[in-house]
């Protein structure tokens, strides 16, 4: 298994609503990303999961909660959110976070609505 | 901090011809890594390319290969004999220790093919 799996792959949702959004991988890999992609620009690096030790972006709001059940296993919890965090999330993987010269290989992403 | 810069927001190429997308950094490190990444309409990142910023020698992968002029700071992609398949957007991404191993991607080239 070579992929990164993500569901839900579309999720709409109500300012008032709380969801979660899964990542999984079977590759082994010790490290995990969320990333957050407007239209029509780079992702953006919300946290990173690296042997199962959290390290975040400040400048993500608490709205966005990540966990991580297990090395396989990547959730991101979502509560009170705003229209403007409708995006296409990301999630993504690699053996580790050390090497420079290693790819991540990511998921085809949840497109998030907010209404 | 590091800058990574794609000032062709758009290009278009005819299918089996030859196309460069630019991509320029800043940076005062001396070792780190360039990436080109691919994300076609089904919206995974796809690894196409990466350079090592010590190896003089341009990277190459099938139909793809790069211009990498470290003193220039540049590194383009050049895709030749252009498929229906390529079509996609490609964000140029720098990554080195001094940045925590992450990514800086630039802001994107979409690229369309024309039959």
């Known amino acids: 298994d070579t992929e990164v799996t993500q569901t839900p792959k579309h999720l709409v949702m109500g300012m008032t609503n709380k969801k979660s959004l899964k990542c999984e991988q079977h590759m082994g890999h010790r490290a995990m990303y969320w990333y957050k992609q407007k239209a029509k620009k780079p992702p953006e690096l919300m946290f990173v999961?690296?042997?199962?030790?959290?390290?975040i972006n400040e400048s993500v709001p608490s709205r966005f909660s990540p966990e991580c059940p297990n090395s396989s296993l990547l959730n991101l919890h979502l509560h009170a959110l705003q229209p403007e965090d409708s995006a296409l999330y990301l999630c993504?993987?690699?053996?580790?976070?050390?090497?420079?010269?290693?790819?991540?290989?990511f998921g085809s992403g949840t497109r998030l609505t907010v209404v | 901090a590091q800058t990574v810069t794609q000032s062709q927001p758009e290009m278009s190429v005819q299918e089996a011809e030859t196309v460069t997308l630019s991509c320029t950094y800043d940076t005062s490190e001396s070792d780190y890594y360039l990436f080109w990444y691919k994300q076609p309409p089904s919206r995974q990142m796809i690894l196409v390319i990466r350079q090592e910023a010590y190896k003089q020698q341009n990277a190459t992968e099938n139909r793809f290969s790069v211009n990498f002029q470290k003193a220039a700071k540049s590194f383009s992609l050049k895709i030749s004999d252009s498929q229906l398949g390529d079509a996609a957007m490609y964000f140029c991404a720098y990554r080195s220790a001094n940045t925590g191993n992450q990514f800086y991607f630039g802001t994107g080239t979409s690229l369309t093919v024309i039959p």
């Open positions: 993504a993987s690699s053996q580790s976070q050390g090497f420079l010269r290693e790819s991540y290989t």
């Open positions: 999961y690296s042997y199962e030790k959290l390290s």
